[in-house]
Nanobody
Framework: QVQLVESGGGVVQAGGSLRLSCAAS????????MGWFRQAPGKERELVAR????????YYAEFVEGRFTISRDNAKNTVYLQMNNLKPDDTAVYYC??????WGQGTQVTVSS
């Protein structure tokens, strides 16, 4: 079983940037399809981006609109989400996920207008 710990959340003004990190322990991340999800208050959890264990395969939700980049560093056993041009609608708890089965505890992202 893999354990996931997210970090990098915080409060940022609209138009700003944050980089989220998801550090894994217990298993090698290269064996997993990884994803970032988010959940805003009163809303369902939704997919933000996925990066598969197949090299170079990534997917993004439509609302990302080219602002976010998901990446992985297998040597560091870490997955990242670089978020640029943040909007107030991006305010949510962001969760890291492995193989749609294992979840981290989440990190809060708040974007002020």
């Amino acid at each position: 079983q893999v354990q996931l710990v997210e970090s990098g959340g915080g409060v940022v003004q609209a138009g700003g940037s944050l980089r989220l990190s998801c550090a894994a322990s217990g298993r090698t991340l290269s064996n997993y399809d990884m994803g970032w999800f988010r959940q805003a208050p009163g809303k369902e959890r939704e997919l933000v981006a996925r990066i598969l264990k197949t090299p170079g395969v990534r997917y993004y939700a439509e609302f990302v609109e080219g602002r976010f980049t998901i990446s992985r560093d297998n040597a560091k056993n870490t997955v990242y989400l670089q978020m640029n041009n943040l909007k107030p609608d991006d305010t949510a708890v962001y969760y890291c996920n492995a193989d749609k089965k294992f979840w981290g505890q989440g990190t809060q992202v708040t974007v002020s207008s």
